[in-house]
């Protein structure tokens, strides 16, 4: 997924970019440098465009770009001025498109003032071609093998059809200190996929009567530190990411990671924080959000949040080979990560707290992901209402393309689908449920983001209709 991404890079003459002719201009120029140097991937090419910038910046995060996307084809040029040109590219990894506009100064050396690429929706005048099911499985295939062969990829895949896999496919290690190959059956970890199980978790008690998503944090955690917290953060904003309550990663998470076992470990240490804005009024992804609601599930369930989902959730869906597993204990067929965002791959042991939190981090397989999702459509988790409640889009969640209570919602193209994407150091996963065909496509990877997302975003672009 391309986020936004402003870097500053210079002047390096080159031709036109494949099939689309770059007009002759500073603005032109100097974008087709940085095309040329940011595909190339090349460390001198990137260092000495850099220069261009009017605030020259390290490359190293436009290396790591240039890995995470595969580099960039130039689909259309959609404005030109001499000293400003918009663009329409795609990665060259995956289906993703992006627009971006790059401005230069009018007198020499035409420094670069601004660049910065958006990743926006497929126009619809580059609309994939629909493929019938045998075309797709053919076409995932080659996909996963150019992956394996690049080392992009490395993990698992199922797609299914009416609760029937239709595809599967293993590919890479893991574990690559013992040459242990990935099965259908390995355990990753799942990264944020597991705010659909709080998500749920939650639904289950409020259908129980026993919390409303009204509720405010300081009703189920009276002792809440941040009163400001405690009487505006409902459970819905915490659900649904409108609280304002903020993200957990960062230097207090990594000189604490030994130390957060459960949700009250994270209180203990985030819990003294206001809300980054008034509750309910904008949308902004929230980790911490996800790990005050498993709190509160804790509260109103009088259960641990871990020994809840197991019970309520893996139990109930049949999985069978997913928990929370602590990173110190030896558990067989677990997936090691492997980062390689500061450097060669390297085991992601350290970045990983005790174990996961009600925001993500505990361990599922392809076949549990089947499971789990024919036991939420099948309302063996929730009833018909709550079902629907938790996986459509609420209020204020345009922003994130549509969000539910834990679910990510989707209905580009008129295509409906949910799930959640997970991703990490060493880290990536995704599962996509589509109601209305009967697919479901379940991606889980031992790799950076967004390696599995990538692939099971090329899956979902190509389902039969």
């Given at each position: 997924m391309i986020q936004r991404f402003v870097c500053s890079l210079v002047l390096f003459?080159?031709?036109?970019?494949?099939?689309?002719?770059?007009?002759?201009?500073?603005?032109?120029?100097?974008?087709?440098?940085?095309?040329?140097?940011?595909?190339?991937?090349?460390?001198?090419?990137?260092?000495?465009?850099?220069?261009?910038?009017?605030?020259?910046?390290?490359?190293?995060?436009?290396?790591?770009?240039?890995?995470?996307?595969?580099?960039?084809?130039?689909k259309k040029i959609t404005a030109s001025t001499p000293t400003s040109v918009s663009v329409l590219v795609q990665e060259r990894s995956g289906d993703q498109m992006a627009e971006g506009t790059m401005e230069v100064t009018a007198e020499p050396p035409h420094k670069i003032t601004r660049w910065g690429l958006r990743a926006i929706p497929?126009?619809?005048?580059?609309?994939?071609?629909?493929?019938?099911?045998?075309?797709?499985?053919?076409?995932?295939?080659q996909?996963?093998?150019?992956?394996?062969?690049?080392?992009?990829?490395?993990?698992?895949?199922?797609?299914?059809?009416?609760?029937k896999p239709v595809f599967t496919d293993a590919r890479g290690l893991a574990d690559r200190e013992a040459k242990l190959p990935n099965r259908l059956d390995t355990k990753y970890n799942l990264g944020s996929m597991n705010k659909m199980f709080t998500g749920i978790a939650a639904a289950q008690l409020a259908q129980q009567g026993k919390l409303?998503?009204?509720?405010?944090?300081?009703?189920?955690?009276?002792?809440?530190?941040?009163?400001?917290?405690?009487?505006?953060?409902?459970?819905?904003?915490?659900?649904?990411?409108?609280?304002?309550?903020?993200?957990?990663?960062?230097?207090?998470?990594?000189?604490?990671?030994?130390?957060?076992?459960d949700p009250q470990d994270y209180i203990a240490l985030y819990g003294?924080?206001?809300?980054?804005?008034?509750?309910?009024?904008?949308?902004?992804?929230?980790?911490?959000?996800?790990?005050?609601?498993?709190?509160?599930?804790?509260r109103a369930s009088g259960m641990s949040y871990y020994d809840y989902i197991r019970?309520?959730?893996?139990q109930r869906a049949g999985m069978k080979n997913s928990d929370s597993y602590w990173k110190n204990e030896d558990t067989p067929n677990l997936a090691k990560g492997y980062t390689g965002r500061?450097?060669?791959?390297?085991?992601?042991y350290d970045s990983r707290p005790m174990r996961g939190s009600p925001a993500g981090g505990g361990y599922s397989t392809c076949e549990d992901l089947?499971?789990?999702a024919a036991a939420l459509t099948g309302h063996k988790l929730l009833d018909a209402a709550h079902t629907k409640l938790v996986t459509t889009a609420q209020p204020g969640t345009e922003n994130s393309g549509g969000y539910g209570y834990g679910f990510g919602v989707d209905e580009e193209g008129g295509v409906r689908s949910f799930g959640h994407s997970g991703g990490a150091p060493g880290i990536t996963a995704g599962l996509k449920i589509f109601p209305d065909s009967g697919y479901v496509v379940v991606v889980m990877g031992n790799l950076d983001p967004p390696a599995a997302t990538r692939v099971s975003d090329f899956i979902a672009a190509r389902l039969p209709r």
């Open positions: 003459a080159v031709a036109s970019t494949a099939q689309v002719q770059v007009p002759d201009t500073p603005a032109g120029k100097s974008f087709s440098a940085w095309l040329d140097a940011f595909n190339s991937g090349d460390r001198a090419k990137l260092e000495a465009v850099a220069r261009q910038f009017q605030e020259p910046r390290p490359v190293e995060g436009m290396l790591g770009f240039r890995n995470t996307t595969g580099g960039f084809d130039l497929r126009p619809k005048e580059y609309a994939l071609p629909s493929m019938t099911e045998a075309e797709l499985l053919k076409a995932v295939k996909y996963l093998d150019e992956g394996a062969a690049k080392g992009s990829f490395s993990g698992s895949v199922l797609i299914a059809k009416n609760g409303k998503f009204t509720d405010t944090v300081g009703k189920h955690i009276p002792d809440y530190p941040n009163a400001e917290v405690a009487s505006k953060v409902t459970i819905q904003h915490l659900l649904t990411h409108t609280g304002g309550t903020g993200d957990i990663f960062g230097p207090e998470f990594n000189a604490n990671v030994e130390k957060l076992k003294k924080r206001a809300p980054a804005f008034e509750p309910g009024s904008r949308w902004a992804y929230s980790n911490y959000g996800m790990v005050l609601a498993g709190a509160i599930v804790e019970a309520n959730i893996y500061e450097g060669p791959l390297r085991y992601n089947l499971s789990f």
